[in-house]
């Protein structure tokens, strides 16, 4: 399955892929301190387990920063 995960396409190698294993595959060792939307939408963590995603979604994974 390709994504398209902040503006840039990936490859997995899964036929359906649910947010929490995209992320995962995608980024291991980063998934404190992120949001997720989907299309636009901000996607609840709660969700992420059961939420499928489709090739034609677009995915930005946003990470928290601190500053002013």
């Not at 902040?6 to 490859?11: A, C, F, G």
């Not at 939307?37 to 387990?49: F, G, L, M, T």
């Not at 995603?53 to 002013?68: N, P």
């Amino acid at each position: 399955m390709e994504l398209q995960i902040n503006n840039q396409k990936l490859e997995f190698e899964l036929n359906e892929i649910s947010i929490q294993t995209m992320l995962n595959l995608y980024c291991p060792n980063k998934q404190k301190g992120i949001a997720v939307a989907v299309n636009s939408s901000v996607i609840p963590k709660s969700d992420w387990e059961n939420y499928l995603l489709q090739e034609t979604d677009e995915i930005l994974i946003i990470t928290a920063t601190q500053g002013g």
